[in-house]
């Protein structure tokens, strides 16, 4: 592995996210259920009619790429952050380095264009970890509504 000192700082050197456990972690950090994520998709893919929810745990397990549709519907389901998604999907297809992941919250995935919030503040970032100050009070992690 690659270990480098003076990277940026939005930019962690580690792979601790792949796209189906960011979106997995998005999802819980949020305190959704795949249940509840099911729920508020407007419209299922067609080659998922048979079992939403076998099919979202496929994506966050890594067994299916999920495609712009998939990314669409998610999207407007739960909070997370596209560019963040894109990035771990070229890393995990081997077109992106792995020094270019996107600094990651370890615990709610989140991420410096999507701060959480705890007492009206968003997060920053826990000095030399992947870890945000919000996780880092709240150990755990529920984000306030
Ligand atoms: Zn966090
Ligand atoms: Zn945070």
Known sequence: MIMSHDAPKSWTPMVLFTPGSYLKTRRTAQLLTLQDVA??????????????????????????PASITTIDALHSAYRFDRSVLAALAAIARGERDPIHTPRICRICACTWRQPCTYDRQACA?????????????????????
């Open 39 to 64: 729920a508020r998709i407007p419209t299922i893919p067609r080659d998922a009619e048979h079992d939403l929810i076998a099919w979202l745990e496929r994506i966050e397990a890594d067994l299916v």
């Open 125 to 145: 970032w826990v000095e030399g970890q992947d870890l945000c100050t919000a996780c880092e009070t709240a150990p755990a992690n529920s984000e306030a509504a």
